[in-house]
């Protein structure tokens, strides 16, 4: 929503054109300046209005499209978590757009034929796996994503978490115990890597062994996990199944870790009720993975599935009065739209609009 408003205005003011950015600018260049700065402005704006300097990878998403994403140095926006108080937000935009930047963007997407699936009643725009100060991000929208793995956001139905003061009690557990909490950060990122790296070696089996892949992903589509070993009549069928049990495998550790993570803070990080519906999930045929996106709590959770099962997670939430929102992957990030018919009717009635 930031990104989006802020992005909107810029255009709108002549300050950048995004007109001009084509879908292969966004991943073939993510350092064009019209980028950079609604990023750099839209980081200062969410500072502002959060109160704190976040981890800053849902503006990046939204900003650059999917990507692997290492945070800036929150110095950066030291100036903005001050604004209004002592100094004029003139001065502080001029300190953001001219501090040193040293955020990583890496091009980084789902595998062919994986759906995301959520349940959210906010983040419709990005999901992480997060450790400490790396992460995966994924940039997302209702209406685009890759032909074959999914992504479902899904409403629960109650309240959401207060990310800022779960963070602080996290931090405040860092502080309170430092070589506990050193320990399992540790293993979070070791974790997050793994699973990286089997997202990153099935990329590679889809391009490289196209007909196994195709043939794993439709088979192991319409079986619960345990059954997908069984799929595979090869050396390259056993290579993508492999991978795939890797990321899943990898996922529940991440769970666990961030478990352990909020018991040692106090804080519902995977809560109870969260875990029973991620377990419930991915015992769900197809289903690759679930968990809990961002900093956790009750906001929502997510599932990526193989093939067309997506339909079966949203029908078992469903069952439990949990919303499915389908949304798509979109690799390119911040842009103009044009396919809504509903944009002409609005932009003639402000333009008629008699203003006294």
Request: glycine fraction near 8%; proline fraction near 4%; charge should be negative.
């Amino acid at each position: 929503m930031t990104t989006a408003v802020v992005a909107a205005l810029l255009h709108y003011l002549g300050v950048v054109d995004l007109s001009a950015l084509t879908r292969d600018q966004h991943q073939e260049n993510n350092s064009d300046a019209d980028l950079d700065l609604v990023h750099k402005i839209a980081q200062a704006s969410h500072c502002i209005a959060q109160g704190k300097v976040g981890s800053g990878f849902d503006v990046s998403s939204a900003v650059y499209g999917s990507q692997r994403y290492v945070r800036f140095s929150p110095e950066v926006l030291s100036s903005a978590q001050v604004a209004g108080v002592g100094i004029l937000l003139r001065e502080v935009i001029i300190d953001v757009i001219d501090g040193k930047w040293d955020h990583e963007i890496t091009k980084f997407s789902l595998p062919p034929r994986m759906t995301l699936v959520s349940m959210h009643f906010i983040v419709l725009h990005s999901m992480s796996i997060k450790s400490k100060n790396r992460y995966i991000a994924k940039s997302v929208h209702i209406q685009m994503f890759a032909a074959h793995y999914f992504l479902l956001l899904g409403e629960p139905g109650s309240g959401g978490s207060s990310t800022p003061s779960m963070v602080g009690a996290v931090k405040r557990w860092q502080k309170s115990e430092p070589e506990k909490s050193h320990y399992i950060w540790t293993k979070l990122s070791e974790t997050n890597s793994l699973l990286e790296k089997h997202l990153n070696k099935l990329n590679k089996l889809a391009e490289e062994q196209v007909e196994a892949y195709e043939r794993v992903i439709d088979r192991c589509s319409i079986y619960k996990s345990e059954k997908w070993m069984e799929q595979s009549v090869g050396p390259a069928d056993q290579a993508v199944v492999e991978a795939l049990m890797g990321a899943r495998n990898a996922m529940l550790e991440i769970r666990s870790h961030m478990r352990q993570m909020g018991e040692a803070a106090g804080v519902p990080i995977e809560p109870e009720s969260q875990s029973q519906l991620l377990d419930a999930t991915m015992d769900v045929e197809g289903v690759l993975l679930a968990g809990t996106p961002g900093a956790g709590g009750f906001d929502a959770v997510f599932a990526i599935t193989l093939g067309d099962s997506s339909r079966l997670v949203a029908n078992a939430w469903s069952s439990l009065n949990v919303l499915a929102l389908p949304i798509r992957e979109d690799p390119q990030g911040v842009g103009l739209e044009n396919g809504d018919p509903r944009l002409q009717q609005i932009t003639s009635g402000i333009s008629a609009a008699n203003i006294q």
